[in-house]
């Protein structure tokens, strides 16, 4: 057995300069080519080989029977008449939205009912591609919804071999190739084309053909430059309406698009894709760049940047949009397996379990467009949002705008399906911490089974047991968060050296069946300083919230679900005592949970905290009002206070003024 040793050593000592000959699992077309692909760290497990247990399942199970599985029986953006379905109703991205985030979730839980809605999408698209190679409503030629449909078509190919999506997708290229030239990305295609870049590169991967590579170029070239933008980061204060250079009837101006919450969060995903193709190490440095800029100017406590609509700098009673959390998600999935670095597990989590469940109720029947880290009440008021609407708050079916409604899909099932990667030895990695079943082959072919048994991220234990068809040698790397110092790696009972956090730890032996593997990964209570000196809690992944009662107002029906308003009585100006924080646990199991873990009924930890009152903290505008800046003092009787969970709170404060010692 042998333990450490990153891929990229691996990969520098088999292959030097890299040739694609050298690369597993590729055509011999491929190996021929005289146009090199970079080499990605890891490869994304394909949508099928994960299942999700345990607590995951349930999530996910939620989702099915909310929002997800039946809005296109409602919603007149998705129901017959879409013109993705060949109707006259809306032929945009609603429907290829929907799709993106249906498919997974269809699959992982190999619902039928869900794969046959689903599939009414796809054999649609499929069937009705033009004879010039163009797919989808022929009244909208915007290449933008066609990224995202490919996404969802790159996936169900996955799930079922259907190589008439190769084909779909070989002649939409050629024919996008020519037209190009004469029609360029335009408005949102134009920020957004590294996600059609990623989808040549998945065909390309699997195809073994490198003649895409000149519309990756001309989508790379006709495509906004994110690298420039973060290289010289001149978007470093809260924008508003006149700083965005918005007109009555003009479309969005450039400025208004370069700073727009989503488009970044599409766009961290930019510099790691684009350096498949450029080869250029340096390419996948943008995203920690990105990150760092947003982060600086704009950061959130709960792992995502400010965005309500456009970027609002540090108070964290400003906003961040659905959108904007799953498809940041969806750009680390993506950068974690191009880059291999275990940082971008880190971040991944922490908005995946916080920030995502946040926007959501326990039923997932309605959403947030907006979720403020600081929020003391959800209704139909003005805010200082930088230039969302009054709804932008609520929970309902689509309150300020319906992009979230067809977007928010994605968000548990590609997380779920993004837990596992493989290796270019062939083995299995754990980037990701949450119960599952992954199902792959490893050296000549032998079946395997890695069963992962945890409550993590409500736990601070995770076991996999390996199965297999015989003795197998292979890798197993885990991701060890960096917050998690003195952890512990166990095989069969046996340590090993303690992994370096913020890192993988790679274990080489032969496994059989029976082997069982026991990470511990120690959690502890985490104080971060942010804005105006401000104190956020953290363990672990998780991110915690005061904990407010909660008064739920229903506004109006809306089809199958309704819009709410969320109110309290409950008193939130608090500012705590650093060094009073205590962790509560209660007993839990890794078996299925009765009820979602994010929720406040079936949340299992907690943290208390010494507290008084601070007077001078009040609302404004309907929010809570400017931070008093750090360190504070209070005559206030002192209070013993109970945080819980970010994403089980749906009102809260997380940022907090800090009680100066007496």
């Not at 010039?132 to 915007?142: A, H, I, M, Y």
């Not at 230039?387 to 977007?407: D, I, K, W």
Request: proline letters at 7%.
């Amino acid at each position: 057995m042998s333990v450490g040793r990153s891929r990229r050593q691996f990969v520098k000592s088999m292959v030097g300069a890299a040739t694609l000959s050298s690369i597993p699992n590729l055509s011999l077309a491929a190996q021929s080519s005289p146009v090199p692909l970079g080499i990605p760290e890891f490869r994304p497990a394909p949508l099928g080989s994960i299942l999700p247990l345990g607590w995951l399942k349930l999530q996910l199970e939620i989702q099915a029977r909310g929002l997800t599985g039946h809005l296109d029986e409602f919603w007149p953006d998705l129901d017959k008449n879409s013109g993705w379905l060949g109707g006259t109703g809306e032929s945009w991205e609603r429907g290829p939205y929907y799709l993106d985030g249906l498919v997974p979730l269809a699959f992982l839980l190999k619902d039928p009912r869900l794969i046959e809605k689903a599939n009414r999408w796809i054999e649609r698209t499929i069937a009705n591609q033009q004879s010039n190679g163009q797919f989808g409503p022929r009244r909208n030629d915007d290449w933008w919804p066609r990224m995202v449909m490919l996404k969802a078509l790159s996936q169900y190919h996955e799930a079922t071999r259907d190589d008439r999506v190769i084909q779909l997708m070989d002649r939409y290229f050629a024919y996008q190739l020519k037209e190009l030239s004469w029609r360029p990305l335009r408005e949102w295609g134009k920020y957004r084309w590294q996600d059609e870049v990623l989808s040549i590169a998945w065909l390309q991967d699997r195809v073994g053909e490198r003649r895409w590579l000149p519309l990756a170029s001309l989508l790379q070239k006709q495509g906004y430059d994110w690298a420039t933008q973060f290289k010289e980061f001149r978007y470093t204060q809260k924008m508003d309406r006149a700083s965005l250079g918005f007109t009555p009837t003009d479309p969005l101006p450039d400025r208004a698009m370069q700073t727009h919450g989503v488009n970044n969060a599409m766009a961290l995903k930019a510099g790691p894709v684009w350096s498949l193709f450029s080869s250029n190490p340096t390419d996948g440095l943008g995203l920690q760049i990105q990150l760092n800029a947003l982060d600086q100017f704009h950061g959130l406590p709960n792992g995502m940047f400010s965005g309500d609509e456009h970027v609002a700098g540090l108070n964290p009673s400003q906003g961040i949009e659905l959108c904007a959390v799953v498809e940041a998600m969806f750009s680390l999935e993506q950068s974690s397996a191009i880059l291999g670095q275990a940082w971008i597990g880190d971040r991944l989590e922490k908005i995946a379990f916080n920030a995502l469940p946040a926007a959501l109720t326990d039923d997932m029947w309605a959403h947030q467009y907006d979720q403020q880290p600081n929020q003391i009440s959800c209704s139909l008021r003005e805010r200082p949002w930088t230039s969302n609407g009054p709804e932008s708050n609520l929970f309902g079916l689509e309150p300020n705008f319906g992009c979230c409604c067809a977007n928010l899909h994605q968000g548990w099932p590609k997380f779920a399906s993004s837990l596992w990667m493989r290796d270019l030895e062939g083995g299995a990695v754990a980037g990701l911490y949450a119960p599952s079943e992954f199902r792959f082959n490893a050296g000549a072919g032998t079946a395997v089974v890695l069963v992962e048994n945890t409550d993590y991220p409500f736990s601070e234990d995770i076991v996999i047991t390996v199965q297999t068809q015989q003795p197998v040698q292979f890798p197993l790397s885990f991701r060890i968060p960096e917050w998690a110092a003195n952890n512990s790696i166990q095989i069969n009972g046996e340590s090993t050296p303690t992994a370096i956090s913020g890192s993988y730890a790679t274990v080489r032996r032969q496994w059989k069946t029976g082997d069982r593997i026991e990470i511990h990964l120690p959690m502890r209570i985490r104080v971060r300083t942010g804005y105006r000196n401000s104190l956020s809690v953290e363990w672990g992944p998780l991110v915690f919230a005061l904990n407010l009662k909660e008064r739920w107002v229903k506004l109006r029906q809306r089809g199958l679900t309704a819009d709410w308003q969320v109110l309290t009585d409950s008193p939130w100006n608090f500012a705590i005592e650093k060094d009073s924080l205590r962790l509560i646990t209660s007993a839990s199991s890794s078996a299925m949970p009765a009820s979602s873990l994010f929720s406040k009924s079936g949340n299992p930890v907690s943290v208390g905290v010494r507290a008084r009152k601070l007077e001078a903290w009040k609302e404004m505008d309907s929010v809570a009002g400017e931070l008093p800046q750090s360190p504070v003092t209070s005559t206030e009787p002192g209070e013993r206070l109970t945080l819980i969970p970010y994403g089980a709170a749906k009102l809260r404060i997380t940022s907090f003024p800090e009680l100066q010692p007496e």
